[in-house]
């Protein structure tokens, strides 16, 4: 049931993004809902530092703020100051985390509308099941109570994607394999599991498998990922020759870019393979069920498909191409 619908016309909005790159991406889509919106409106975002440069390229958001957290008593009391000097009229808090619910508290004067999870707020997020909704479901019907979306809301799982053409036409996302001294024929393994989860992670010998199968048809493995598959994708590469690595070596921009002109992208459910699928690439989660809500994690996008299996052991090779083929066909 819809709450007071927002005001359209405000001149004012803050809007909090917190966690995880893949968290940050998938909260576009409520950007670009809210800055449709709000169309007139200065909309300021409060993010992570190390988005920052990310998030200041997209055209949904007039001002980024990545210095909220504060350390000592005088960056506290700035911080609160600015924050009732800007007069937010509204504030979508897309993170609901005890961080942004400091920030809520920083309101000790007057507080603005407030869509979230704290209480005491204007419009609440009380769906007892949002812990288990796909992140893209959960902030669509966020705004939904508050108006915004359509008039019946998304049916689960037809959310809106993020939109990330503007990342990829910051770079003419055809050029950048070349930057890299990539042939146009490639595909991208990433050997690492999401954060938290380090035996969420397809064995080295697969990828070898994989990667083989790959060259014998004539498509470049290219090994991506960030730190943590450094170990792993120098075991992939002393077990067979042909494979490029780039794992730590690419930006977001350049990654977006590389995997939006991949053949395929292939790897266990980090957050380089959900945000291939977003970034609309034929790609292959392969997910771990164990203690994680499949409906949850999954990736989505136009050309995604998950393969799942309790014991990565049990996923062959041979499900991974028929799942590749799946997407790419």
């Known amino acids: 049931m819809q709450q007071d619908i927002v005001r359209q016309d405000l001149t004012r909005v803050l809007i909090i993004s917190l966690g995880s790159l893949v968290d940050i991406t998938h909260n576009i889509a409520a950007l670009e809902a809210i800055r449709k919106y709000h169309a007139d409106a200065h909309i300021t975002l409060i993010t992570e530092p190390e988005y920052n440069r990310f998030m200041a390229e997209c055209p949904f958001v007039d001002e980024v703020v990545t210095n909220w957290r504060t350390n000592g008593l005088r ?13 937010f009229e509204m504030v979508y808090d897309l993170a609901q985390t005890e961080e942004s619910e400091g920030i809520y508290k920083k309101y000790w004067l007057k507080k603005p509308m407030w869509s979230g999870i704290v209480m005491g707020c204007s419009h609440p997020f009380v769906d007892r099941a949002r812990s288990n909704m796909h992140p893209l479901d959960r902030i669509a019907e966020q705004l939904w109570l508050c108006g915004i979306g359509p008039k019946e809301g998304y049916p689960i799982g037809a959310a809106p994607l993020p939109n990330l053409k503007w990342a990829l036409e910051l770079n003419d996302y055809h050029t950048i394999p070349e ?3 990539i042939d146009s024929n ?19 010998t697969r990828f070898v498998e994989l990667a083989g199968e790959l060259i014998s048809n004539d498509i470049k493995p290219v090994l991506m990922g960030t730190h943590r598959a450094i170990a792993v994708g120098n075991e992939i590469r002393a077990q067979l020759r042909g494979i490029d690595d780039l794992i730590g070596r690419v930006d977001v921009f350049e990654y977006l870019s590389l995997a939006r002109a991949a053949s395929l992208v292939v790897g266990s459910n980090s957050e380089l393979v959900v945000l291939a699928g977003l970034v609309g690439a034929p790609t292959v989660s392969i997910i771990n069920p164990e203690a994680a809500n499949i409906r949850q994690i999954a990736p989505r996008g136009k050309l995604t ?8 052991k049990d996923i062959k090779v041979e499900q991974i191409i028929n799942a590749a083929r799946a997407v790419r066909d």
Not at 80 to 86: D, F, I, S
Not at 190 to 204: L, M, Q, T
Not at 306 to 311: L, M
């Open 75 to 87: 960056q506290e009391l700035n911080f609160t100051n600015t924050l009732q000097k800007a007069s």
């Open 179 to 181: 930057k890299f001294g």
């Open 186 to 204: 490639y595909a991208i393994l990433v050997p690492e599991a999401a954060v938290g989860r380090p035996g969420d992670i397809w064995s080295v």
């Open 305 to 312: 498909v998950s393969v799942v299996a309790r014991d990565f």
